[in-house]
């Protein structure tokens, strides 16, 4: 199997994982709140890749030099990603977070436009402003037919297609200077170390410590957060590092759309949430504008 092949492979098992994690969140969110979630969650992933490195007898040689470098990295994923995200899903279904999180192509786009120089063609911007009509178009039909709180967490569910489009943008420079154990070990060790302070501290501040592990006392959310802590946490870190550091990030990007069509599936099928026409019209033409987007930007690059 090509390097390639081993990439794209990658990045399917990323976008399957992530899918499922929307429904995963969801679960953990019915008895935790969702700063203690992100806690127990990288205290998981941690655990994990520390005894993957001793298996392994990985020695792992990090200085100062190399955290600052990727502190950058881990402060938009996993840091603001999955902070934003586990913000909105406490506040909509996993069904709309799913279909706004498949804009993040046309995120990595824009921003690798701005940031690398890359100019879009005129038939992609078309696109980009047909994926950005479907997502203002959701966006609307949510503020008209839920509660307040929806708008609030479509907007941190877009905060987080945001960063993980930066993060796209940004780590295939990383991932050309560093090992994929490295940069997974010091992601996952800043997840860990932030999202555990802040809950912690909060608990301390409020008397509250006892109440941070009584979720533990529920097998639900026991198997949830072991999927959310090794699976999508630890695992999508380091395949999406290796997919990156084969692939082109806007080519990455474009798996979030299998992952949408996994969140949906499991939102509907296991959680039983509603799934609108306006769902189904928001998601079509945000995935149209994906493919179009990509289409036209292979086409350029063949040329």
């Given at each position: ?13 990323y ?5 499922l ?12 709140s ?31 030099q190399?955290v ?12 603001a ?34 940031i ?24 609307f ?22 960063a ?6 940004l ?9 994929l ?6 992601m ?40 959310l802590g ?33 969140t949906?599936?499991?939102g ?17 033409v945000?995935i149209i504008?994906?493919?179009?987007t990509n ?7 063949a040329?």
């Amino acid at each position: 199997m090509t390097a390639k092949r081993k990439a794209y492979v990658a990045a399917i098992i990323y976008a399957f994982v992530i899918g499922l994690s929307f429904m995963f969140v969801k679960v953990t969110l019915t008895v935790a709140s969702p700063i203690d979630t992100l806690a127990h969650r990288f205290t998981i992933a941690l655990i994990g890749i520390v005894i993957l490195i001793v298996f392994t007898q990985n020695m792992l040689k990090i200085n100062k030099q190399d955290v600052a470098r990727i502190l950058p990295l881990a402060l938009l994923y996993p840091i603001a990603f999955f902070t934003f995200q586990v913000l909105g899903l406490a506040r909509i279904s996993s069904t709309e977070a799913g279909i706004i999180q498949a804009a993040i192509p046309i995120f990595t786009l824009v921003l690798a436009s701005v940031i690398l120089k890359e100019k879009a063609t005129r038939e992609q911007l078309t696109f980009i402003s047909l994926s950005v009509f479907g997502v203002i178009y959701m966006l609307f039909m949510n503020n008209g037919n839920a509660s307040s709180e929806n708008l609030i967490g479509s907007g941190f569910i877009l905060l987080s297609a945001c960063a993980a489009s930066l993060y796209n943008v940004l780590a295939r420079k990383l991932t050309k200077q560093y090992s994929l154990m490295t940069l997974t070990y010091v992601m996952t060790l800043c997840g860990f170390v932030i999202f555990n302070g802040l809950a912690i501290g909060n608990h301390l501040i409020n008397g509250t410590l006892l109440q941070f592990f009584k979720p533990f006392e529920h097998v639900d959310f026991v198997i949830a957060i072991l999927y959310l802590g090794i699976l999508s946490s630890l695992i999508t870190s380091y395949l999406s590092n290796y997919t990156l550091s084969i692939l082109e990030a806007s080519k990455m990007s474009v798996f979030s759309n299998f992952a949408t069509l996994i969140t949906i599936l499991a939102g509907v099928i296991f959680l039983q949430e509603t799934f609108h026409v306006y769902h189904l019209i928001g998601g079509i033409v945000i995935i149209i504008g994906v493919i179009g987007t990509n289409y036209f930007g292979h086409k350029r690059g063949a040329q």
